[in-house]
T-cell receptor
Framework: GAVVSQHPSWVICKSGTSVKIECRSL??????MFWYRQFPKQSLMLMAT?????????EQGVEKDKFLINHASLTLSTLTVTSAHPEDSSFYIC????????????FGSGTQLSVL | RKEVEQDPGPFNVPEGATVAFNCTYS??????FFWYRQDCRKEPKLLMS???SGNEDGRFTAQLNRASQYISLLIRDSKLSDSATYLC???????????????????FGKGTKLSVKP
């Protein structure tokens, strides 16, 4: 089956630090990757859609200068939380859509970010 | 009206019970439908796709009603291990103007929490 690797699994950092999260499709090419955020006891919220070779599309209310997304290849997308603050503490998950339009999503295992 | 709506629950049921979840969607052009299961602080895992003809996988049955714009998930003979949050996912595929391909507009419901008790 398709595997999506997300790294790191957890990060603890000081306020003002920038944190990069990687999402890799290990055995398939992903034209589209998605980034989500989930606060405790809340639902998964789509932050942005990332297409290889083009700018990411951000959902309403998500600051593109705060959450930088780079989808430089068909197997890697990165999310950088710039100048993180305690309110950015959350569970971040990526998913990838397998090239060929299967319309099935394969999820990374998530990154728990805690900003002190 | 929200794009995808689910009853948040929680649904508290005894083992062996049959439980049904519904999910409504607002965009009639939506093309693909799925149920995902998410355990606490874990990534969602695909449970099953949903087709107009209905599909069944063991104790799980999913149905799509395009006319009424809702999908359902039925769990029979529920087990303790079924306790989780069930997410309804709707995909609206649209053309991406920049490169002429298609792009999925992915919409998650807020999830329905199920607790199965002994």
């Amino acid at each position: 089956g398709a595997v999506v690797s997300q790294h790191p699994s957890w990060v603890i950092c000081k306020s003002g630090t920038s944190v990069k999260i990687e999402c890799r499709s290990l055995d398939f090419q992903a034209t589209t990757m998605f980034w989500y955020r989930q606060f405790p006891k809340q639902s998964l919220m789509l932050m942005a859609t990332s297409n290889e070779g083009s700018k990411a599309t951000y959902e309403q209310g998500v600051e593109k200068d705060k959450f930088l997304i780079n989808h430089a290849s068909l197997t890697l997308s990165t999310l950088t939380v710039t100048s993180a603050h305690p309110e950015d503490s959350s569970f971040y998950i990526c998913s990838a859509e397998k090239y060929g339009g299967t319309e099935k999503l394969f999820f990374g295992s998530g990154t728990q970010l805690s900003v002190l | 009206r929200k794009e995808v709506e689910q009853d948040p629950g929680p649904f508290n049921v005894p083992e062996g019970a049959t439980v049904a979840f519904n999910c409504t969607y607002s965009n009639s052009a939506s093309q693909s439908f799925f149920w995902y299961r998410q355990d606490c602080r874990k990534e969602p895992k695909l449970l099953m796709s949903v087709y107009s003809s209905g599909n069944e996988d063991g104790r799980f049955t999913a149905q799509l009603n395009r006319a009424s714009q809702y999908i359902s998930l039925l769990i029979r003979d529920s087990k303790l291990s079924d306790s989780a949050t069930y997410l309804c996912v709707v995909i609206l595929t649209r053309l991406h103007m920049n490169y002429g391909g298609s792009q999925g507009n992915l919409i998650f419901g807020k999830g329905t929490k199920l607790s199965v008790k002994p």
